[in-house]
């Protein structure tokens, strides 16, 4: 069995990110692996070792991703994958599925695909379901845990906000991760070392035998936040039921309530 993980480099969650004159969105510090992929690619490599499987982890985007990958290869993934051309447009959801599909057809028996829950730089997560969409594959989001394993079926917990349910469905599957899941491990040095040195393939749409779609989304223009006059008061009080009664009539005045 193959275990696919896809992840992708996302800004700091702590960087300040900001519009330059040019439109272009620009942040000071370096890039991270999206923290929520951290989840699913610890899941995959556990998942690999216990099932003897391999491990391979995708992206698909522009050249800076490859730091998210040689970090993928530095925790244990086996093999990493990048998916790109000049044409691309990795905003829009529906070019990200069909070719994060092909790509995962093209790997060898795979039936096991582990996505984190969401980019944090884009806050979306329908990229995951139009990538099952597009595989034919079962779909199962919000996992907490992955209780059985096999070559042919999968028994997950997912939580959600009604409760925890386990459900078993048959491979081959989609599954989102939540960060409970697990506790993803820190590379080792020489994993680090030995990462840095790997040459990653990147795979084109003609490659992977498929067409690019129209794109349905287009980006037309990013702007920085309006600037907002902001003032702090601090209510006094000698008890906490009088600066609460200060601060419920403030909010009347202010006629927030």
Same mark, same amino acid.
């Given at each position: 069995?193959?275990?696919?993980?896809?992840?992708?480099?996302?800004?700091?969650?702590?960087?300040?990110?900001?519009?330059?004159?040019?439109?272009?969105?620009?942040?000071?510090?370096?890039?991270?692996?999206?923290?929520?992929?951290?989840? %699913?690619?610890?899941?995959?490599?556990?998942?690999?070792? %216990?099932?003897?499987?391999?491990?391979?982890?995708?992206?698909?985007?522009? @050249?800076?991703?490859?730091? %998210?990958?040689?970090?993928?290869?530095?925790?244990?993934?086996?093999?990493?994958?990048?998916?790109?051309?000049?044409?691309?447009?990795?905003?829009?959801?529906?070019?990200?599925?069909?070719?994060?599909?092909?790509?995962? @057809?093209?790997?060898?028996?795979?039936?096991?695909? &582990?996505?984190?829950?969401?980019?944090?730089?884009? /806050?979306?997560?329908?990229?995951?379901?139009?990538?099952?969409?597009?595989?034919?594959?079962?779909?199962?989001?919000?996992?907490?845990?992955?209780?059985?394993?096999?070559?042919?079926?999968?028994?997950?917990?997912?939580?959600?906000?009604?409760?925890? /349910?386990?459900?078993?469905?048959?491979?081959?599957?989609?599954?989102?991760?939540?960060?409970?899941?697990?506790?993803?491990?820190?590379?080792?040095? &020489?994993?680090?070392?030995?990462?840095?040195?790997?040459?990653?393939?990147?795979?084109?749409?003609?490659?992977?035998?498929?067409?690019?779609?129209?794109?349905?989304?287009?980006?037309?223009?990013?702007?920085?936040?309006?600037?907002?006059?902001?003032?702090?008061?601090?209510?006094?009080?000698?008890?906490?039921?009088?600066? %609460?009664?200060?601060?419920?009539?403030?909010?009347?005045?202010?006629?927030?309530?």
């Amino acid at each position: 069995m193959h275990i696919i993980a896809f992840t992708r480099s996302t800004p700091d969650t702590a960087a300040n990110v900001t519009v330059d004159d040019s439109g272009k969105v620009v942040w000071d510090g370096a890039n991270i692996v999206n923290p929520w992929d951290e989840y %699913a690619l610890e899941e995959a490599i556990a998942q690999a070792k %216990a099932t003897g499987s391999d491990a391979t982890v995708i992206t698909i985007g522009e @050249e800076a991703h490859e730091e %998210a990958l040689k970090h993928s290869l530095a925790m244990g993934m086996k093999n990493a994958i990048r998916v790109y051309e000049d044409s691309l447009d990795s905003t829009d959801s529906l070019t990200w599925a069909t070719l994060g599909a092909a790509a995962v @057809e093209k790997a060898d028996d795979a039936k096991l695909v &582990i996505c984190g829950k969401e980019s944090i730089d884009v /806050q979306t997560d329908q990229h995951i379901y139009q990538l099952a969409r597009k595989l034919g594959w079962v779909m199962l989001s919000n996992v907490s845990k992955i209780l059985e394993l096999s070559d042919d079926s999968i028994k997950v917990e997912r939580t959600t906000d009604q409760g925890v /349910q386990q459900v078993t469905a048959q491979l081959p599957a989609v599954i989102s991760v939540l960060k409970g899941i697990n506790e993803p491990r820190y590379p080792s040095f &020489i994993g680090i070392r030995k990462a840095s040195k790997a040459t990653i393939p990147v795979w084109a749409s003609s490659d992977l035998g498929v067409e690019l779609p129209q794109a349905v989304t287009e980006v037309i223009s990013y702007e920085n936040l309006p600037e907002r006059d902001m003032t702090t008061e601090i209510i006094e009080g000698g008890s906490v039921e009088e600066k %609460a009664t200060k601060l419920v009539d403030k909010l009347l005045e202010e006629k927030v309530l």
